[in-house]
């Protein structure tokens, strides 16, 4: 690993002004699990780290009435730990709990699984289907931004260099909603997905007409793909097999994958649909159970 | 040679002092700064848990850490499960129910079991595979070394 | 758990399970591992590694690398001895390329596989090291790689050696093609065999390069002092071995080396050749300091191990009634950049079980661009076991034969003729199949979709060879123990049980040891399921002369003949006056009064090629639309000849099954085109996690072993073997495909199954 220089800043306009003064040789550590990575194998090579954990506004992890707000440097495991996230954001939770094991889980974070940028990131289209949106600052300001955006080409994101997120938000799941994220990997944990997907569904009180569908899938595409097309065919539509086929078909069109080490074209393709229909599925049960609960 | 930090932290308990540079990760500093060679290395990427150590409570792979990270934390090694001399009922039982082959990950699994016990003393098989995924172990097929978890875990219940 | 049906309880302490000495610095952390180890002054050396996996060195430039603080030394290929390539006879060690030894561990003109080694750098720490390396430059010529048997043995194939020097795993090959040595063996007429046959198959089967996939990776430590002597510290399977090698690659007297082994972290074959030593030897002659190398774990993978890849096309022909008549087999093994591959033992494996009349066998050591092959437990027989136990499900389908009956139909029992001449030493094969048969997993019903069953059958040869031990009987009666045999796995322990035994004492008063080159007798390395066999025989051998020598001090003391002396679990007695008897501690305490130290070292020689036998069972669910496969039970049948340690013998049978496992799903090299090793970590090669595989259930049958004095066998290597070609049949079971390429990848089983889908509707 190259050498660097190591910067702590307490406080946001602190770290603000650091990433304005080192742009573009400055990058921000949260959980290190890839950044550290990247760095011993030379594909980063900063010349200036800067702690994104000891910043309160990225520490923050806040469930109020109107929305969930995650901070950049909160770690997956505090937030699969956490019981309210779990009842009223089961998504996050299949995803927070399936990255890496239990170690990677202490230390990484969904804000560096997000600006990693990598096409298979697991916590990403979870975040997507909830509707989050990121929140951004640098020295010239702040900006608020759909994560569905973030994420431009493997490795890369939106945020200019000396911009940084800041938190998470999502807005609280309505009643008679549900989510769920499925990911395809050859073992059954510590693996990159050959393919995962995340559906979320808002019902009518019945339980029988898609009042509102978000899908998004992962490691199909250059980046996590918000399937737009896929939820909006969706609406309302009677919730029946015949409906989550025509969707996950859908995602399955989207899909652009390619061949690698983890997965063929063929194989990802069919998961996706597979996955779609699976998480369509779980996502319904979900809204139902949920529905019951309000009512 | 880069700069050094000197940092200040709690390593089994024991108030330590050390010297470091930025990109000198936690478990180069345990193994090559404090001789603290318990702590193995196997892939040093975060693939194989055989660096496993708990900072300020939390199970993480040293490797994956930058010690310049951990001033003021408190760390627990291996070398701080054994107290007083008693082994702690995760060491006896692998010891007994011959938990491990060649022991190279050993440290490893013993700590992150110990995190697992401090969270839940009573696991059953499945949440004991769950939480031992991120440690690998290539000798032993984990058969016996989940059973010791259980068994440590039964010996703490009846403490 | 299943703890053997002991059919004899003779033993005091075989067949106990004591806890391991060593075993509490591993629990702790205070065992010294091969990183663990450090020295005074001590240097870091890392190594250029070539990105290519065929290429000329044009040139090295490595002037900045030097320049950079904090640099000591640098290293090429320049500055090793020049070693003519060729196969000598190193005896015990076996045959041996040495030039070809030193070309691997560090390149000479140039690459033959990517992470193949071509400069060095010594450092104060190995940061500086690392980017010392990365200063390095290096001018290459591309060359076209070569990266599977197929295209290595097709006509207009590029050749990868001008001059191909056949190799010699245990058998020598003969040059057949540019990049192929072959390996033949036979027996009756094949074109007879197959006129009589009333149904033949003809199949073909390949697999992916694999790696041991040990946890600690290769770490040593070298010190080249003024006086030419040089010490290494490390991890290895075999001191002695490593010495010679190092001997002849660094050109220094072998009797100038000491090979001190520390505890090692796994090795399953891939620790019983040498890589990064001489390179840390000409580090310290170069700067007068001890030098560590420690490889990362992307250089394991690029430059060790790995297990051969395959191409396999099998011929069988079987009468109705279940009798094979011939078989015809062609293997093609991966040799790696270096001839010498495990192909004479995936032609043992891979039909020795069973009787067949007319049988061909033509065996292939195959050169591709890949790193050099090294054995890796049971070596060559996963492979050949996924062939021709996956044709021999399919005959006893095809014929509707029960799998058991099939097999018992064929199979080869003790005296039996084996394929290259030699009969099968005495093994219970008969019963090791009709416990499988009758065991409540073969009739367990199984029910629900897409689960299956499958059972696969493995005879395996295990090594005796040289082997060095000691024994020193201490003044307080207490034995200090010393072999010549690296401890992977509890065989310490062994040892010492079966010291105690024979010796008739507890095994708390025997402290084994693993020696250093300089202080026992030479050794063949800890490979070929040998240790607990071959080294206990002589441990046991040695232990009966310490007897004597202790019977002849009783007689001095007693004035009688040492005939008279009786000795019966460590108590010495007059066999005229049994009231006069002695304890062994007794007499031990005595040695200074009747002639001194009681001390006796051994080298022997055991009989090799003792059989084991293992059947193995699984059951599993296959996810139809995902192609997932998932172990729901496992049972391992195993005659281990006698369980010594039965924790650690089931722990053998467990651990060698896991990673057959792994093998058989997940693991594999995976390289693009241009031959670039693409997986070189832990996250994409994919070891089983503990959520992977359930509990192993294990059956310890025990046939004795004649050639050892307690019956053992070795158990270390078989159970590897048979989990591909047992969960292939299960798949086939379950959803009715054959996976015929390894790893059974879910995109294989889920392409397969989709083909299956649309040739039923086709058909339909
Ligand atoms: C063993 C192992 C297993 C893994 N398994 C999985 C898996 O199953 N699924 C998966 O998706 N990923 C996996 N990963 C990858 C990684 O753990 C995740 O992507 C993780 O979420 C990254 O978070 P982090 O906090 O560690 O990020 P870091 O490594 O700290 O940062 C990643 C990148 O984001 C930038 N960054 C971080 N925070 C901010 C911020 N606030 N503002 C701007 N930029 C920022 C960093 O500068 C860096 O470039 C695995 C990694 C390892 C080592
Ligand atoms: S060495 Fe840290 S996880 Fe492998
Ligand atoms: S005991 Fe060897 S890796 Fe676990």
Redesign the interface.
């Known amino acids: 690993?190259?050498?660097?220089?190591?910067l702590?800043p307490r406080e946001l306009d602190e770290a603000v002004a650091l990433m304005t003064e080192h742009a573009g040789s400055a990058q921000l550590?949260a959980?290190?699990?890839d950044l550290?990575?990247f760095?011993?194998?030379?594909r980063k090579s900063p010349e200036f780290?800067i702690?994104a954990?000891k910043i309160p506004e990225l520490n923050r992890l806040r469930l109020d009435a109107g929305q969930l707000t995650i901070g950049a440097a909160v770690?997956c495991?505090t937030i699969w730990e956490n019981p309210e996230i779990a009842e009223k954001f089961p998504a996050l939770i299949d995803s927070t709990a399936l990255i890496?094991?239990?170690?990677?889980q202490?230390?990484a974070t969904i804000g560096g699984n997000l600006c990693n940028a990598a096409p298979s990131a697991d916590t990403v289209p979870a975040i997507i289907v909830y509707g989050a949106v990121a929140h951004i600052v640098s020295g010239k300001g702040q900006r608020e931004v759909p994560v569905e955006e973030i994420c431009t080409a493997p490795g890369r994101t939106s945020l200019a260099d000396d911009e940084i997120l800041v938190c998470l938000s999502i807005p609280m799941p309505p009643a008679n909603s549900g989510a769920e994220f499925l990911r395809?990997i050859?073992?059954?944990?510590?693996?990159?997905a050959?393919a995962n997907s995340a559906a979320y569904v808002e019902l009518d009180e019945a339980g029988e007409t898609f009042k509102n569908a978000r899908i998004a899938a992962g490691a199909v595409a250059p980046t996590p793909l918000f399937v737009e097309a896929a939820g909006a065919a969706l609406k309302n539509k009677p919730v029946n097999d015949e409906s989550i086929a025509a969707a996950a078909a859908l995602a399955r069109a989207a899909a652009t994958p390619i061949n690698?080490?983890?997965?063929?074209i063929?194989?990802r393709k069919?998961?996706v649909e597979?996955l779609t229909t699976r998480a369509l599925r779980g996502a319904v049960t979900r809204a139902k159970r949920e529905g019951r609960n309000n009512g | 040679m880069g700069n050094k930090s000197h940092i200040t932290a709690t390593i089994n308990g024991e108030a330590r002092d050390f010297l470091c540079e930025p990109r000198q990760s936690l478990l180069e500093v345990l193994r090559d700064v404090l001789y603290l060679t318990g702590t193995k290395e196997g892939c040093n990427d975060g693939n194989c848990g055989a660096c496993s150590v708990i900072v300020d409570g939390v199970l993480l792979d040293a490797c994956c850490m930058l010690a310049v990270e951990t001033e003021g934390s408190s760390i627990e090694t291996i070398e701080g499960l054994a107290k007083e001399g008693e082994l702690h009922p995760l060491q006896s039982a692998f010891l007994e129910e011959t938990g491990m082959q060649c022991g190279i990950c050993t440290p490893g699994f013993l700590m992150s079991a110990k995190a697992l016990l401090d969270k839940n003393p009573s696991p059953n098989e499945q949440q004991v595979r769950h939480w031992l995924a991120g440690n690998l172990c290539r000798c032993t097929g984990y058969d016996k070394l989940v059973r010791s978890v259980m068994k440590a875990a039964d010996t703490l219940a009846e403490a | 758990m299943n703890k053997p049906e002991t059919t004899n309880n003779e033993f005091n302490v075989v067949g106990t399970t004591p806890i391991r000495p060593d075993g509490l610095d591993k629990v702790t952390g205070r065992a010294v591992f091969a990183d663990d180890f450090h020295l005074p002054n001590m240097l870091h050396g890392k190594i250029l590694r070539s990105p290519h996996a065929h290429a000329r060195i044009k040139s090295i430039d490595a002037s900045a690398a030097a320049a950079l603080p904090g640099v000591r030394a640098v290293v090429t290929g320049a500055d090793f001895p020049v070693i003519e390539h060729k196969l000598i006879n190193q005896g015990a060690a076996g045959m041996i390329n040495i030039g070809e030894l030193a070309d691997n561990c560090m390149a000479k003109g140039k690459v033959f596989y990517d992470g193949h080694a071509l400069a060095a750098v010594a450092a104060d720490n190995p940061h500086v090291a690392e980017e010392a390396v990365k200063l390095i430059k290096v001018d290459y010529e591309l060359l076209p790689p070569v990266m599977d048997v197929r295209s290595a043995m097709a006509e207009d194939a590029p050749v990868i050696h001008e001059n191909l020097q056949p190799g010699a795993f245990i058998v020598p090959a003969e040059k057949f093609l540019p990049n192929a040595g072959r390996t033949q063996f036979g027996n009756g007429d094949t074109e007879q065999g197959f006129a009589e046959a009333d149904l033949i198959l003809e199949r073909e089967y390949t697999a992916e390069t694999i790696h041991q996939g040990y946890i600690e990776s290769h770490v040593t430590t070298v010190n080249w002092d003024s006086n030419d002597y040089v010490t290494v510290w490390t991890a290895t399977q075999g001191q002695f071995g490593l010495r010679d090698h190092l001997a002849d690659v660094i050109q220094v007297p072998i009797g100038n080396i000491n090979v001190i082994p520390l505890e090692i972290g796994g090795g399953f074959g891939g620790k019983e050749r040498i890589y990064i030593d001489p390179v840390a030897a000409m580090l310290s002659k170069k700067t007068g300091c001890p030098v560590k190398v420690a490889m990362r774990r992307d250089e394991v993978f690029r430059a060790t191990g790995p297990s051969s890849g395959t191409y396999i096309k099998l011929k069988f022909g079987v009468k109705k009634d279940g009798a094979l008549v011939a078989a015809d087999l062609h293997l093609a093994y991966e040799a790696g950049a270096y001839a010498g591959g495990p192909i004479f033992l995936g032609i043992l494996s891979s039909t020795s079980r069973y009787n067949i009349p007319h049988i061909r066998i033509n065996g292939f050591d195959v050169i591709v661009n890949k790193p050099t092959m090294r054995p890796y437990r049971a070596p060559g027989a996963p492979q050949a076991l996924f062939a021709v136990e996956q044709m021999i499900d399919e005959l006893a389908t095809e014929l509707d034969m029960d799998p058991i009956d099939f097999r018992m139909k064929n199979l080869a029992k003790t005296g039996d003729r084996l394929v290259p001449g030699f009969p099968l030493a005495p093994i219970d094969t008969v019963n090791l199949m009709e416990t499988v048969k009758a065991h409540p997993h073969y009739n367990a019903p199984l029910d629900g979709l897409n689960r299956g069953r499958g059972l696969a059958y493995s005879l395996w040869f295990n090594l005796g060879e040289t082997s060095s031990a000691r024994i020193q009987v201490n003044l307080d009666g207490s034995v200090t123990l010393t072999t010549a045999s690296p401890d992977l796995s509890g065989t310490r322990i062994s040892l010492a049980m079966q010291a105690a035994e024979a010796l008739g004492i507890a095994v708390e008063q025997v402290s084994p040891a693993v020696c250093d080159t300089q202080s026992i007798g030479f050794a063949i390395p800890s490979v070929g399921s040998r240790t607990t066999y071959g080294t206990g025989a002589v441990v046991c051998e040695v232990a009966e002369e310490i007897l004597g020598q202790m019977r002849a001090r009783a007689a001095l003391l007693w004035e009688i003949d040492t005939g008279q002396v009786a000795v019966e679990r460590g108590i010495f007695s007059n066999t005229a006056d049994p009231e006069q008897t002695l304890s062994f501690n007794q007499l031990a305490g005595r040695m200074f009064e009747t002639g001194g130290p009681i001390s006796y070292h051994k080298t022997g020689n055991p009989q090799s090629f003792i059989p084991g036998i293992a059947a193995h069972l699984v059951d599993i669910e296959v996810d139809p639309d995902t192609g997932k496969v998932d172990i729901l039970r496992y049972t391992i049948f195993q005659d281990v000849g006698k369980a010594v340690h039965p924790d650690y013998v089931e722990g053998q049978m467990q651990g060698a099954a896991v990673q057959g496992i792994g093998m058989a799903l997940n693991e594999e090299y995976f390289y693009d085109d241009e031959g670039h090793l693409k997986n070189a970590s832990l996250l994409d090669y994919r070891l089983p996690t503990t959520l992977d595989i359930p509990m192993i259930e294990t059956v310890i049958l025990e046939s004795p072993n004649p050639a050892h004095p307690f019956g053992v066998r070795g158990c270390g290597e078989i159970s590897i073997a048979p989990p591909p070609a047992a969960i292939a049949n299960a798949i086939y079971d379950a959803v009715g495909v054959r996976i015929n390429s390894m790893p059974m990848a879910p995109h294989k089983v889920c392409a397969a199954i989709n083909a299956k889908k649309i040739a039923a509707a086709a058909a339909a």
């Open positions: 690993m190259n050498d660097f220089e190591y702590a550590l959980g290190g699990t550290l990575v760095m011993r194998n030379g780290i702690d954990k770690s495991r890496g094991g239990i170690q990677i202490g230390r395809f050859p073992r059954r944990e510590m693996d990159i050959v690698d080490m983890r997965g063929t063929e194989h069919q998961l597979v």
